[in-house]
């Protein structure tokens, strides 16, 4: 397989669940992002690892907590999600976190917290 | 402060001309960045250009940047249907980890 992958691509959870999203990239990168992208909201940024160390965690709330175990795996852990967590969760990796390097992104996973 | 402006709504007939801009406000951004994103898809990245170019050519996909406005559009010649999509506008300022990106312009072709 090639590119960004995300598991699962759709998932339906409830307040009390705790789930986890998924990304692996193929391209051999060093920096992975997961982005919310809610409805006519431009896409927002939630935490970038750069070679497996958190380098920005952008005010998410702690009930999101990434892992990132290695340069290729990426996790986003869900606990007590609110309604208004419902978006569509992106993963996206570079060669390197500087900014100069180009964000290939994944298919995303559709989230509905009921 | 970062922020990125797009139209939402773009309709075109096919065969058209389409043009999508997109204004930003960080003059410190090296690389601005067209991305698409068809329904029920992630974003896939159509074009890139470096703050120092002014046009781009890549087959259908022209971009322009000028700086001096902070302004970027996206042409794309002969527009297909396949080409109904969201296009994402994003710039990556100065040395960061970030993109920012616009809200998106909803392209609509019809026959």
């Known amino acids: 397989e090639t590119g960004v992958t995300q598991t699962p691509r759709h998932l339906v959870m409830g307040m009390t669940n705790k789930k986890s999203l998924k990304c692996e990239q193929h391209l051999g990168h060093n920096a992975m992002y997961w982005y919310k992208q809610s409805a006519k909201k431009p896409l927002e940024l939630m935490f970038v690892?750069?070679?497996?160390?958190?380098?920005e965690n952008n005010s998410v709330p702690s009930r999101f907590s990434p892992e990132c175990p290695n340069s290729s795996h990426l996790f986003l852990h869900l606990h007590t999600l609110q309604p208004e967590d419902s978006a569509l969760y992106l993963c996206?990796?570079?060669?390197?976190?500087?900014?100069?390097?180009?964000?290939?992104f994944g298919p995303g996973t559709r989230l509905t917290v009921l | 402060g970062e922020d990125v402006e797009q139209s939402l709504f773009l309709s075109v007939r096919e065969g058209d001309s389409s043009v999508i801009n997109c204004t930003y406000t960080?003059?410190?951004?090296?690389?601005l960045y067209w991305y698409k994103q068809e329904p029920g898809a992630g974003l896939q990245l159509l074009t890139y250009i470096f703050s120092n170019m002014d046009m781009k050519q890549d087959q259908r996909l022209t971009v322009l940047l000028n700086k001096k406005d902070k302004h970027l559009s996206l042409r794309i010649a002969d527009t297909q249907t396949g080409d109904s999509a969201i296009y994402f506008c994003a710039e990556s300022p100065g040395n960061t980890d970030k993109l920012i990106f616009g809200t998106g312009t909803r392209l609509q072709v019809f026959p």
């Open positions: 690892y750069n070679f497996k160390e958190q380098t």
């Open positions: 960080d003059s410190s951004s090296t690389y």
């Open positions: 996206a990796s570079s060669q390197t976190s500087g900014g100069a390097d180009t964000q290939y």
